[in-house]
């Protein structure tokens, strides 16, 4: 009964999103406000359509009723609740709804948040919101149902796989969905926009919130995946170079750079046939990424779907949005005349080469990514791309992009001077030069590379500082003058600088656990011993106990440096006997200056147990690094450029009654 | 800008779609043709490490065996290894494993965290082998007869149903050839 509510709230759904998408064009067409009515209550109606049927899939999950295929397929009476709950969208249809979900919600935020914006902008996006909605519900509906039944219902479900049951991975797919659909708010303003054939600097201010919220959610959703990745796959590894990260990063990559020329475009007004290209290619990239991950054209982890029959329907979908868009994209974009001018010593100059930089790494993983497609596609041979393929590639041009950063947030707008700026920047540049020859002598392992790594980071972190000082002219007018002028400096300032900071902290993080890492692993007895970089881990004993849906195998080890007590950690097995499958907890004992990190293994009779310890050096300051460009975005959200656009808003508010 | 140029990411697009269908209509687990009944490469592979021996051509040599290509760094050899776990308790037919793009120590630290199916297994560090093989991804499989030849390929996790449906009966028919 309840599968069959959802059911009918989805296809119901369906129906509205199409309605809306045709009404609102044909009412773009002649001009009608009742049009305009609807495009906005019918898209509080989707929402609540689709929430309805989510609700329901959650409580068949809840309840445990196998006679539905995909909660006997993944869920078990054993299971926690909250990973019964989780184990909704830790399958194909079920993350397909939460997709759907989340896109439906960012159209009802949109309707009921967006204000002041022109009528025929606002329903044009609505209906192009609609037409991607309808797509997707087709998708669900046809090939992917999350409601079939299934007969006889079974006696007990196949569970769901133990890698997946963790907190991280319950939170990790709702925030990447919402960064990923968050942006396709901002591909339907662009299209909107591209059937206006106008766009300008109000489009931009209109645009900005929608397009931080899509990027702060995706920063979220990529740092909780790789800490899921660090603590649950028991060997410390945060990024792999897998498809389906890429897939999450392409479109970070072309998020940021969308987020920096809608800068330009609002300040200047220029850029705007580029902008709008980037808006077009992040969500179109978003598309591709869970799209192509899940349709057997490239295997992963993350392949919930292989299946041919869905991937001849996701390839119309994106012939449909994408080739739709980029079409009306090559008619239209010459209309897009930007009034704005640059010399090429600028703040838009330097930003319009960090786009340069970050498309050109977009497109760069792009490559790695689909390139083993391309290959076996036209010829017999297989290849593979690995870590080795972007560390030669990819780091070097993020280096040289980050090196930009200073640079471009000092200088002016229109037109810029490198004179005052060189001077500004010089001690940075003292001290980045000194990190890097103290980070060589010290290291004991990668020199070079972290010498780089680390020199760059001081570079970011010490030049933002500078930018900072000089904005609030620290030391140089009282300090109370410089109080009044940071609270005066805009919320977009703030959050620029959070942001590059969290980049500083990112690189020398990542320099850590990359170049400076260290590991050993040995069989140990119970008060047997073993040293790592001065560390000494001694096995205090072995304990197996049952638990509600796992058999636990935990070791307790006894920690000292130098002499020194330092506590006991726990490392863990997991075995799951309803999927024979073995997990590892790994024990963590997470500092500032680094992580060291140990897993046990399996006990060999005579030997022992294998016991391997990581040091993680800085691995904290990813996750550090990470909330801070997080937390960058949010602050920019509250920029004040958003009253100014209410300030015009009665004569749009006009329009919209009459 | 030119009129042309709005059209490129059009173009670059169309380009791209071909390509995503092509690539859909080919099955991702089907052999490149030319592999097929061919002989494996001829490969001498060094051990993982406390391992006395790695993996030769002439270790398969006059039995039906499967060959697990895996990695400690892939996560999706994590979730297989409980299914090539229970293969080789079955005792139907010998694994050996090819570790792929790895350390020596840390294919050994696997096989001791996870359980080790396999009869032997090399190391492939450089991926010569690999590439050999025409390798897309790990894990991937291959199933060899009594002559050293390959005969099937498999693409991805072996689940349960690949298992029951496609390689036991596969491996029974080899058998009895």
């Known amino acids: 009964m309840i599968a069959e509510l959802g059911q009918a709230a989805l296809i119901l759904a369906f129906v509205v999103a199409l309605l809306q998408a045709v009404l609102g064009f044909a009412g773009v067409a002649v001009r009608d406000p009742v049009f305009h009515r609807f495009a906005r209550s019918g898209a509080l109606v989707q929402f609540v359509l689709v929430a309805t049927a989510f609700a329901c899939l959650t409580a068949l999950f809840a309840v445990s009723d196998f006679s539905v295929l995909v909660v006997a397929q993944n869920s078990h009476t054993l299971k926690p609740l909250i990973y019964k709950l989780s184990g909704v969208w830790g399958n194909h249809e079920g993350s397909m709804l939460l997709w759907a979900l989340i896109l439906t919600r960012s159209d009802a935020a949109l309707s009921l948040f967006a204000r002041h914006v022109a009528p025929r902008l606002i329903t044009l996006t609505f209906s192009v919101q609609s037409l991607v909605t309808a797509a997707f519900l087709a998708f669900l509906i046809f090939t992917s149902n999350p409601f079939a039944r299934l007969w006889p219902a079974p006696l007990d479900g196949a569970d769901l796989n133990p890698l997946l049951q963790d907190p991280g991975l319950a939170t990790h797919p709702p925030m990447l969905y919402a960064g990923y659909v968050g942006f396709s708010i901002t591909f339907s303003f662009a299209v909107a926009a591209l059937i ?401 990190y140990v897993t046990i293994g399996e006990g060999v009779e005579g030997r022992g147990w294998v016991v391997h310890a990581y040091i993680y050096p800085l691995a904290v300051w990813l996750w550090i690094g990470a909330a801070l460009l997080a937390l960058g975005g949010l602050l920019a959200l509250g920029d004040r450029g958003r009253r100014a656009l209410s300030a015009r808003a009665p004569a749009a508010r006009d329009v919209e009654l009459g | 800008m030119g009129r042309w140029l709005a059209f490129m990411p059009l173009v670059l697009f169309a380009v791209l779609a071909v390509y995503f269908g092509m690539g859909l209509r080919e099955d991702p687990g089907a052999i490149p043709s030319q592999l097929i009944d061919e002989p494996l490469p001829a490969f001498e592979l060094a051990p993982v490490a406390g391992a006395e021996a790695g993996l030769a051509n002439a270790d398969l040599a006059g039995q039906v065996s499967l060959l697990n290509v895996f990695g400690s760094w892939c996560p999706p050899c994590a979730i297989e290894h409980p299914m090539l776990m229970q293969i080789a308790r079955s005792g139907v037919v010998p694994i050996y494993g090819i570790d792929w793009r790895d350390t020596p120590e840390a294919g050994a630290a696997w096989l001791e965290r996870h359980g080790n199916p396999y009869t032997a297994v090399g190391l492939d560090p450089d991926s010569h082998l690999a590439i050999d093989l025409g390798i897309t991804g790990a894990p991937e499989s291959f199933l060899i007869d009594r002559d050293g030849r390959v005969r099937y390929r498999h693409v991805g996790i072996i689940t349960d149903t690949d298992w029951t449906q496609t390689l036991l009966p596969l491996i029974r028919e080899l058998k009895a050839e």
């Not at chain 1, 993080?509 to 000494?536: C, H, I, N, R």
Request: net charge neutral; proline share 3%; aromatic share 10%.
């Open chain 1, 196 to 596: 206006e054939g106008r766009v300008d600097a109000r489009w931009a201010r209109i645009v900005r919130p929608w397009a931080l919220t899509a990027w702060t959610f995706l920063t979220i959703g990529i740092a909780l995946g790789a800490s899921w990745a660090y603590y649950e796959l028991g060997w410390g590894g945060w990024w792999a170079w897998d498809p389906v990260e890429n897939a999450s990063l392409m479109p970070w990559l072309a998020g940021t750079a969308f987020i920096h020329s809608l800068r330009v475009m609002e300040k200047r007004d220029t850029l705007k046939a580029w902008t709008i290209l980037l808006a077009l290619v992040t969500f179109s990239l978003s598309l591709v990424g869970t799209f192509l991950v899940r349709s057997g054209v490239i295997t992963s982890v993350h392949a919930f779907a292989v299946d041919p029959q869905r991937g001849v329907f996701i390839l119309g979908i994106l012939l449909l949005v994408i080739g739709g868009s980029l079409a009306l994209y090559g008619l239209r974009a010459g209309h897009l005349k930007p009034t704005g001018v640059f010399a090429e010593v600028s703040r838009e100059s330097t930003l319009l080469v960090n786009n340069l930089f970050l498309a050109a790494a977009c497109a760069l993983v792009f490559f790695g990514t689909f390139y083993p497609l391309f290959i076996t596609t036209v010829s017999d041979e297989t290849i593979s791309i690995g870590a080795p393929f972007y560390h030669a590639t990819f780091i070097p041009m993020m280096a040289v992009l980050f090196l930009l950063i200073p640079v471009s947030a000092m200088l002016a707008w229109k037109r810029g001077k490198l004179g005052p700026v060189a001077r500004k920047l010089t001690p940075a540049f003292i001290a980045a030069i000194a990190a890097g020859l103290i980070a060589l002598w010290v290291a004991e392992r990668e020199a070079v590379a972290g010498a780089i790594g680390t020199a760059l980071a001081v570079w970011v972190g010490l030049g933002v500082l500078l930018d900072l000082k000089s904005r609030l002219k620290l030391f140089e007018i009282d300090l109370s003058a410089s109080w009044a002028r940071a609270k005066r400096l805009p919320a977009a300032i703030w959050g620029m600088i959070v942001a590059h900071l969290g980049i500083a902290v990112l690189i020398f993080a990542v320099t850590g656990v990359s170049a400076w890492k260290d590991e050993a692993s040995a069989f140990l007895m119970p008060g047997q011993s073993m040293e790592l970089d001065g560390y000494v881990i001694e096995l205090v004993g072995v304990e197996r106990s049952d638990r509600e849906n796992f058999v636990s195998q935990a070791g307790t080890l006894a920690i000292s440096r130098d002499g020194r007590e330092l506590g006991e950690m726990v490392a863990e097995r997991r075995f799951y006997p309803v999927r024979e499958m073995a997990t590892t907890e790994s024990a963590i004992r997470a500092r500032l200056d680094g992580d060291l």
